[in-house]
């Protein structure tokens, strides 16, 4: 379905450029966009259901390509399936797939966010000249604020496995 | 005042509902905030179609109004729908 695939090719691109359009790619910056991206994909299906024009037999592919994005991801760097507590270093020959593996791992965690991704702007300081992230400084100015802090320590969780 | 003011979808590009949804569902989890460089117009374009990413960011820069977040590529196994521009203020 071409709104699927668009939905999703735009909110990671959009992603990048909420954080910073013209930060160098970075494994950090690709899996916190992926994982941007895949909670969007659900978020617009339930857009789509509430539209009193989209035709509501559709809305449900956007959860169902969200899946199978994750399902693909989780094949090709061998794992049985995305949850969060089941990470994979990001590293081999299917760089791509381990992002979008990484990436539905804290797609999870923003599912769960409800609907504040507030704290993931703050990111925008800490991205270095090469795209690297300083997620030690960030996390520390995210611990006043105990919602903010539970998110950054499951981004922090995530990215460590990135390389 | 939300973040995107406008969507402009090139002629020749199927009419997508999808990119409206996907920038408001940016805006609202990101509470409103302006996404940083402050474009807040997203335009499709189908022109600049087939282009490597390079040269599509030339074009870009030397019209001077635009960022590009994402041109087709010669070896990305899921092709872009479009190009997707971001029009500067």
Redesign the interface.
């Known amino acids: 379905m071409a709104e699927c695939k668009a939905a999703y090719q735009l909110a990671h691109e959009a992603a990048h450029f909420w954080l910073d359009a013209l930060a160098p790619p970075s494994p950090a910056l690709e899996v916190v966009c992926e994982a941007i991206a895949l909670a969007i994909l659900t978020q617009v299906g339930q857009a789509w259901f509430a539209s009193t024009t989209a035709p509501k037999a559709a809305a449900a592919q956007f959860d169902a390509y969200r899946r199978k994005i994750e399902a693909c991801a989780a094949a090709a760097v061998g794992a049985p399936w995305v949850d969060q507590g089941h990470l994979v270093p990001v590293r081999g020959c299917d760089v791509g797939a381990a992002h979008v593996f990484a990436g539905a791992a804290l797609a999870l965690a923003l599912d769960e966010a409800l609907g504040d991704w507030t704290a993931l702007l703050a990111l925008r300081a800490y991205v270095r000249h090469d795209g690297s992230v300083d997620v030690a400084a960030w996390q520390a100015r995210l611990d006043g604020d105990a919602h903010a802090a539970a998110l950054g320590r499951r981004v922090a969780d995530v990215l460590s496995h990135c390389e | 005042m939300a973040a995107f003011t406008s969507v402009h979808v090139a002629p020749g590009l199927?009419e997508?509902?999808?990119?409206a949804?996907?920038?408001?569902?940016?805006e609202?989890?990101?509470?409103g905030?302006m996404?940083?460089?402050g474009?807040r117009q997203?335009v499709l374009v189908r022109s600049i179609d087939g282009r490597p990413q390079a040269i599509t960011n030339e074009l870009a820069n030397a019209d001077g109004r635009y960022?590009v977040?994402?041109a087709p590529q010669p070896d990305v196994r899921?092709r872009?729908?479009?190009t997707?521009l971001?029009k500067k203020n």
Not at chain 2, 21 to 26: G, R, S
Request: aromatic share 10%; glycine share 0%.
């Open positions: 199927p997508l509902r999808a990119p949804m996907v920038l408001a569902a940016l609202a989890n990101f509470c905030a996404p940083a460089h474009a997203l960022i977040a994402l899921a872009p729908l479009a997707y971001f």
